[in-house]
C-alpha cells in the first residue's frame, strides 16, 4: 500500500494497459467478467487448472457460493465455454517493447489486476513451454504513480537478496531486470510457488474453525522467526512508522492525536533488535505450499534493518479485517461467539480483548514474538495498535483508509479507558 500517488489511472486506460500486455492471436478466459476482469488467464488446460487451485477466491461481499461454481465452470469444457472470454487481435502499433518481446515468446501467461489503489500494479505470470506452474513474474505500473513503486521494490529486493537469508532465500522472489513497458519500468522477478494464504482465508468457514486458523499463524510464524534470525543485528528504540504521525494526524481529533502521542512514548520505553522486515506481511502476500510458507511476494516497503515487530502485528491486523465481512450488522459472526459484526475494528478489538479460542490464538501469536525478542508480554496491545495507525496511514483507498483510522481511533479510546 503506498499514499503518495498523486497521478491516477482511468478505469479506460487500465483496460488499455491490460490488453496491451496480453500476447496477440490468443484466447483468453476473464474472471469475473469481461467489464471489471481481476484475473485474465490464458484459455489452456493447465494454466485454468492453476488458476482454479492457486488463485481462485471469493473476497467479500460477493456470496460465497460464487467459489464453487466458478471452479466447476473452469474444471468442466462444456461449463467452461459460458465463462467470459476476451480474444486480442494482432496491435499495429510498431515493434513491442520489452514486456512486451519477453511475453510474445511465453508458452502461456495469466495477468492479475487484484489491488483497488487508483495507481495499481497489474502482475503478469509467466509459463515456459509445457510448464504447469509459472517462472516469471512481470509487474507492471499502470501509470506514472505506480512507477515509483516498482523501481524502489526492485532496490528493497536487491538490498535484502544481500542479507545472510539462509532458508529463507528460496521464499523471496529474485530480481531478474527493470524493464520497459510503455515509457515506463516494469520489474521482472522469479516466480516463488505456493498457494496465497488469502485464497484459503477467503473459501467458506475457513476463518470460522481453529485449526486451519491455527495452521495459517504457525505457518507466519516460522517464517517470521526465521528470518529474524538470519537477519538480526544491533537494536533500536519501539516507535511508530516514520510517515503515521504526518499522514494519520491530521485526520484524528486532539484527544485522539495526544492519545496517538502516548502511544508513541510508552512504544518509546522498549527496546528490540533490529531485523529485516518485509512491510506489508499480510495473508494476501503469503504463499504457502505444504503447510509451510514457500513465497512472499510485494517486497516495495521492505527495509533491512527494522523493527521485528511491524510485521507480526501487520499479520494480525490483516487477518481479523475479514473475519466479519460475511456477516450482516449487528449479528454474531459464526465460529467467533464473541464477535458481533458491523463496527469498524470489531475483529481487531475481539482479538485483543474477548474470549476463546481466536483471541487466546491471536494473542499467544504476538506474545511468543515478543518473548522471542525479549520484550515484556505488556507491549502487545500497543505494537499491533502502532501498526493498526501505520496500516490507516498508508491507505490509498478512501474507504479503506476511513474505516482503518475508525477502528484505530476506537481502539486507542478503548486502551485509555
Avoid at 515509483?148 to 537478496?161: H, I, P, Y
Avoid at 538470519?230 to 510517515?243: E, F, I, K, W
Avoid at 463496527?343 to 485483543?352: N, S
Wanted: a positive charge; one cysteine or more; hydrophobic letters at 45%.
Amino acid at each position: 500500500m503506498t499514499n503518495a500517488a498523486l497521478t491516477t489511472t482511468t478505469a479506460p486506460a487500465r483496460d488499455r494497459i491490460r490488453r496491451a500486455l496480453l500476447p496477440a492471436g490468443r484466447r483468453y478466459v476473464a474472471l469475473p467478467s469481461r467489464r471489471h476482469p481481476v484475473v485474465i488467464a490464458e484459455d489452456r488446460a493447465a494454466v485454468l487448472a492453476y488458476v482454479r487451485e492457486t488463485l481462485l477466491a471469493v473476497p467479500p461481499p460477493l456470496p460465497v457460493w460464487l467459489y464453487p461454481a466458478a471452479r466447476a465452470a473452469l474444471s468442466v469444457p462444456a461449463v467452461r465455454r459460458c465463462v467470459p472470454r476476451l480474444t486480442v487481435g494482432a496491435r499495429g502499433d510498431g515493434a513491442p517493447d520489452e514486456v512486451g518481446r519477453l511475453l510474445g515468446t511465453a508458452a502461456s501467461v495469466v495477468l492479475l489486476d487484484h489491488s483497488h489503489d487508483p495507481d495499481a500494479r497489474l502482475v503478469l505470470l509467466v509459463f515456459p513451454p509445457g510448464a504447469a506452474l509459472p517462472s516469471l513474474a512481470v509487474k507492471v505500473p499502470t501509470g506514472p504513480g505506480a512507477a515509483a513503486g516498482v523501481v524502489r521494490e526492485a532496490d528493497r529486493l536487491r538490498a535484502v537478496a544481500a542479507l545472510p537469508l539462509g532458508a529463507v532465500r528460496a521464499t523471496v522472489p529474485a530480481v531478474l531486470a527493470l524493464l520497459r513497458h510503455d515509457g515506463l519500468p516494469a520489474l521482472a522477478t522469479t516466480a516463488v510457488p505456493g498457494v496465497p494464504m488469502l485464497v484459503a482465508y477467503h473459501r467458506p468457514a475457513h476463518h470460522a474453525r481453529p485449526a486451519p486458523v491455527r495452521a495459517d499463524f504457525t505457518a507466519a510464524a516460522h517464517w517470521l522467526t526465521a528470518l529474524q534470525s538470519a537477519t538480526v543485528r544491533g537494536g533500536a528504540s519501539l516507535d511508530l512508522a516514520p510517515h503515521v504521525t504526518d499522514l494519520l494526524g491530521p485526520r484524528l481529533n486532539a484527544v485522539a492525536r495526544r492519545r496517538l502521542d502516548a502511544l508513541r512514548l510508552r512504544l518509546g520505553r522498549c527496546t528490540a533488535p533490529l531485523t529485516a522486515v518485509h512491510g506489508d506481511f499480510w495473508p494476501g502476500n503469503v504463499l504457502v505450499r505444504d503447510g509451510r510458507v514457500s513465497g512472499v511476494v510485494d517486497w516495495e516497503h521492505a527495509r533491512t534493518a527494522g523493527s521485528p515487530l511491524a510485521d507480526p502485528a501487520r499479520f494480525v491486523v490483516a487477518y481479523c479485517e475479514y473475519l466479519d465481512r460475511r456477516t450482516r450488522p449487528g449479528r454474531r459472526v459464526p465460529g467467533h461467539p464473541g464477535l458481533v459484526a458491523g463496527r469498524p475494528g470489531a475483529a481487531l478489538a475481539y482479538a485483543l480483548e474477548g474470549s476463546g479460542w481466536y483471541p487466546r490464538l491471536v494473542r499467544g501469536f504476538v506474545t511468543a514474538a515478543l518473548r522471542r525478542l525479549g520484550l515484556p508480554d505488556g507491549c502487545g496491545r500497543d505494537v499491533v495498535l502502532a501498526e493498526l495507525a501505520a496500516v490507516a496511514a498508508e491507505a490509498t483507498d478512501p474507504d479503506f483508509a476511513l474505516a482503518q483510522t475508525l477502528a484505530f481511533d476506537r481502539l486507542i479510546r478503548e486502551e485509555a479507558a
